[in-house]
């Protein structure tokens, strides 16, 4: 572990049940305020993104038509101008509509996935069932044996979370980790957790995603609350 204590990588990384989760309940949330909506400045400014490049298109044909019509190079310095200025307004345009949306979502998303620092109470590590059956340490007659020395183990971690807000609960995650891995899943061992506001005890997984940083702002914000 490190100063902060932060997890070790489970083998399988995958959160797509998690984001669906996140998705129904946003799907289900009640429709945002009027605020939280696209103005209609912004709606417009959106659509120009799909105009400007087809009006673009349009004026560059009929400069190439008069180009080749009349011998002039003036129509093809135009061509280079309008399509230099029309890329240039474009990108500048979708990285404002991306900004914007990307904080219209995270204004909704701090109302669904709330982080939290989770300490473990209990760890329990056992053999993945689906292993060899000849391979040593596999489940069999001895299934409460000692897990095995390398290759995947599922843990089970009761784990008391402290969340950035509201209020203190205990709940149970399961994961599959490297057995090397699952030797730094002990008593005492933290690290950042993320759950659905509305049902903490029954969604909370383990965060791995955050950067460095992230992790020690949810570190502060847990300690605060």
Do not use: C
């Amino acid at each position: 572990m490190d100063s902060l204590g932060t997890w070790p990588q489970p083998l399988s990384g995958d959160d797509r049940a998690f984001d669906r989760q996140v998705l129904q309940r946003l799907r289900s949330a009640e429709a945002p305020a009027a605020g939280d909506r696209p103005g209609l400045r912004e709606r417009l400014g959106t659509s120009l993104l799909l105009v400007i490049p087809l009006a673009s298109a349009l004026v560059v044909v009929l400069l190439w038509q008069r180009a080749a019509a009349g011998g002039s190079a003036l129509p093809l310095v135009l061509i280079a101008v309008v399509l230099v200025v029309a890329a240039v307004w474009w990108v500048s345009r979708l990285k404002r509509a991306f900004a914007a949306a990307q904080q219209r979502l995270g204004t909704r998303l701090a109302d669904v996935v709330v982080h939290g620092v989770g300490v473990v109470r209990e760890v329990t590590v056992a053999p993945v069932p689906d292993r060899d059956p000849a391979s040593p340490g596999t489940p069999g007659a001895d299934d409460d044996g000692p897990a095995p020395a390398e290759g995947p183990v599922r843990a089970r971690l009761e784990l008391s979370v402290t969340p950035v807000r509201g209020e203190r609960f205990s709940t149970v995650v399961e994961a599959v980790y490297d057995a090397g891995d699952a030797l730094r899943l002990e008593a005492g061992a933290h690290g950042p957790v993320r759950f659905l506001r509305d049902d903490p005890a029954g969604t909370t997984v383990i965060e791995t995603r955050l950067s460095a940083e992230q992790v020690q702002e949810v570190y502060r914000a847990a300690a605060l609350n």
